[in-house]
């Protein structure tokens, strides 16, 4: 019985982690598993990255916007040896001297989350010491350093997982501390996301999990995971709300291997998935432009909307049309091209349930556009996505 009521109200406390989606920065995209701090210094997998890049959040605006994680990725643990004599993983000594409570202090001295990284396998996918059959010793590890937000990968044996996902998310409520849970199960299980078991994955206090492939820093890769969006957003969407979303991946915005018009089309995207906003770039570096698009705080707030509802495409035919509902009887609609060539894409409101009239608003230009009876067109540029929110009449 006790169990059971523990069980219950870790349900709740997990539920109310993360009522939007995640918003920060990781390493991973651009600084990978890089340890060779000699001839890499301010580019390699160390303290002093995540300390600049905590720096960079606050500076640049990020913080403000919403972006309030620094996330460390694969690659922080000390290797010789993998345990130490209470079986605890420990950081690597020579490129994190101060420790994590320290690092994690610095982070939490600016009001920054502390995420951090391990997999429910023997070793991690750099082969770095993981989590599988640690899980409760880790969860104490974790919480006493201070962490907030917890990314579990995968790289192992898969039928592990649905032993090994359940029990980390169990040891992290019984840690005591609020720590957001990312799962990356469901990445694993292949790509038809009909069949993978995501009530389980909230049921193992998941508060967030990858879906499917990796992003890679091209176009190719992200229009790629659009299209799997494209594909299965209707489903996906019933287990997205307040404390549980579905993550396509880091942002790509602010790396020079996608044009302008590729970041407002992923931060609109993202932005109607209700999908975490985790840049993936290097914050002292971001061109302008994309800047802009990251801190745009009409994109952010249809994100960061509070009624929880995941959006997905409405329509495939000349240009595709994504709509999400929003609060107060409010719309976000994404009209994307994926041609190579500008086109004009429609969005006809009643393919989403809007029977009146709406107000349409430019997200990107942030200025009213017009009232529209029946439909609202845009001529997009290749690759790009004109952005809009609806709103009745009435507001």
Known sequence: MLSSMVMFAGAIAASNLSPTPPMGWMSWEVFRCETDCVNHNGSCINENLYKTMTDELVTGGY???????????????????????????????????????????????????????????????????????????????????????????????????????????????????DIVYSCSWPAYLGSNETTKPYSAMIESHCNLWRNWADIQCNWGSLSGIIEHWGTYGEFLAKYAAPGHWNDPDMLLIGNTCITEDEARTQMAIWSISAAPLIMGNDLRTVPAAHRAILLNKEAIAVDQDPLGKMGFRRSNANGQVWVRELSNNTFAAALYNPGSASSTVTFTFSSAGITTPMHVRSIWNQSDIGTFQTSYSANVPSHGTAFVKLSPLSL
């Open 63 to 177: 913080l403000a916007a919403g972006y309030d994680g620094i996330h460390l990725d694969d690659c922080w643990m000390q290797r010789k040896p993998f345990r130490d004599a209470q079986g605890r993983l420990s950081p690597d000594s020579q490129r994190f001297p101060s420790g994590f409570k320290a690092l994690g202090d610095y982070m939490h001295q600016k009001n920054v989350k502390f995420a951090i990284y391990t997999a429910e396998s023997p070793t991690t996918c750099a082969g770095y010491p993981a989590s599988a059959g640690y899980e409760s010793v880790d969860a104490v590890t974790f919480a006493e350093w201070g962490v907030d937000y917890l990314k579990v990968d995968g790289c192992g044996n898969p039928t592990y997982y649905q032993t090994g996902y359940p029990l980390m998310g169990a040891s992290l409520v019984e840690s005591g501390r």
